[in-house]
């Protein structure tokens, strides 16, 4: 069966593959890169709406509050949003102290902003790339092309685009609770971030009904 030809003038998303960095490591590293990597997937949710759920959880976190292996196991978990859609150089390491910290303060702000003032802008800005790469197909005398689009830039910048993704995707989930007013990502009719924020509410209402 002849695959569908694209139609002319199609953006499609260009995919290239994430580079390794590698200085003096052996296998067992590589090995606990590839689980941790694969633990972080796990642990940041399936679905868009738990990967965005997470990624709240994530900016209302007190990261000085957590032990060394707690921020070093976070720094795999935001790998795991990095669309695949990214180019970008990737250390066989853990994440860098300081890029886990800028992520987390940029994350914070930003949802913060999303709420408040309807707009999120980005400190750092990467680099878009269109890319012509040849289509593999069999049997076909003349080549055929496609256009893709590529974003370039650092690690750091690669996870906020996973961000980007998430909300382009679910962000109409993203609400400020009612009674506290953190962010939190809604299911169904759901208006309060937690069920202790809405007690607190229930009791402030009978509150209010006795003072009247």
């Avoid at 695949?84 to 902003?113: M, N």
Wanted: net charge positive; charged share 35%.
């Amino acid at each position: 069966m002849k695959k569908e030809k694209r139609r002319a003038g199609k953006v499609a998303p260009y995919r290239p593959r994430a580079r390794l960095i590698f200085a003096t490591i052996n296998s067992e590293q590589i090995s606990e890169f590839i689980e941790q990597k694969r633990l972080g997937r796990q642990r940041v949710g399936r679905t868009p709406e738990e990967r965005l759920g997470w990624v709240v959880s994530f900016a209302r976190g007190d990261l000085d509050r957590l032990r060394p292996e707690e921020r070093v196991a976070l720094g795999y978990d935001l790998r795991a949003l990095v669309p695949r859609t990214w180019g970008y150089r990737v250390p066989v390491a853990p994440l860098q102290e300081q890029d886990l910290r800028s992520i987390h303060e940029e994350v914070r702000r930003g949802v913060a902003s999303l709420l408040e003032k309807g707009e999120w802008r980005l400190r750092a800005t990467p680099r878009i790339v269109l890319m012509r790469e040849e289509e593999e197909e069999e049997d076909q005398a003349v080549p055929s092309y496609r256009v893709g689009l590529s974003w370039r830039g650092t690690e750091a910048q690669a996870i906020l685009g996973g961000v980007m993704d998430l909300l382009l995707d679910v962000g109409d989930r993203l609400r400020a609770c009612a009674q506290c007013r953190e962010a939190f990502v809604k299911r169904k009719r759901q208006a309060y971030c937690s069920t202790a924020c809405s007690q607190r509410a229930r009791d402030q209402r009978k509150r209010d009904a006795r003072e009247r």
